[in-house]
């Protein structure tokens, strides 16, 4: 599904990734643990495409494409979810309104139909349920007044409806009470087929109780410095991140 070789990366000129290799096949999820200025959220910009991150080295292939070659919105079409750590506000869109432009958007470049507003809103209205997004959160503009809660569940609202083959969660635990982690992150994890991949980032080994991964990565001073099973996490949660900040030095 995804295959990062010597990817490096700067941000306003100074190098942030330094040598990544990572691997995800299709079916499986991995974590990426580590450290804050380690590189965790810079890698998931880079593969969603953000502005203002440059690549200096390295390839991605993405289903056996160059992802780096394709533009942020090409990603998105091809199935690269990104679900951001802090979820922007859009200010005076509402969220039926979005979600439908970019529903539509995906399908189109899937070769299917276009749904109209009645089936739309049929399917957005079945998804939210299930999710515990009300209805007022989709006549209310995007992310505008919500709580860390009701954002993390949005954007699960936009996985669940986008349906995305290749799925970045960028610290997705992050601002989330027990009960809220507890329903974004059982949401998530019911994405999980052999078709879709996951890269699930994040300090904490806590979302990893519910979203268990096939594999674990350190990230370190721009490189992987460990991987290992779920039990690397747990040791992560009692040890902490010195020795590793030592490797990667």
């Known amino acids: 599904m995804l295959e990062i070789r010597n990817l490096h990366a700067s941000v306003d000129g100074r190098e942030i990734l330094k040598g990544i290799d990572l691997t995800v096949p299709a079916g499986e999820v991995h974590a990426v643990m580590g450290p804050n200025g380690s590189g965790k959220s810079t890698l998931s910009y880079v593969l969603a495409g953000r502005d203002g991150y440059q690549v200096t080295a390295g390839s991605v292939t993405y289903k056996g494409q160059d992802l780096l070659a394709m533009k942020t919105e090409e990603r998105a079409r091809q199935g690269v979810f990104l679900a951001f750590q802090y979820p922007v506000e859009i200010p005076g869109v509402t969220g039926v309104n979005f979600l439908k432009t970019a529903v539509n958007a995906v399908r189109r470049s899937r070769g299917e139909s276009e749904l109209d507003a009645m089936q739309f809103l049929k399917l957005a209205r079945k998804k939210a349920k299930e999710l515990g997004v009300s209805e007022e959160m989709l006549r209310r ?109």
């Open 141 to 249: 503009a995007v992310n505008t007044g919500f709580s860390g809660g009701e954002k993390k569940r949005y954007e699960a609202l936009q996985m669940a409806l986008l349906e995305p083959s290749f799925m970045i969660l960028d610290e997705t635990d992050s601002g989330l009470d027990i009960d809220a982690l507890k329903v974004v992150a059982e949401a998530v994890d019911a994405f999980r087929n052999p078709q879709r991949a996951m890269l699930v980032i994040t300090h904490y080994q806590r979302i990893l109780d519910y979203i268990v991964p096939d594999k674990v990565h350190v990230l370190a001073g721009g490189r992987i410095v460990q991987t290992g099973g779920k039990d690397l996490a747990l040791e992560l949660e009692r040890t902490g991140y010195a020795q590793f900040v030592g490797q990667a030095a």
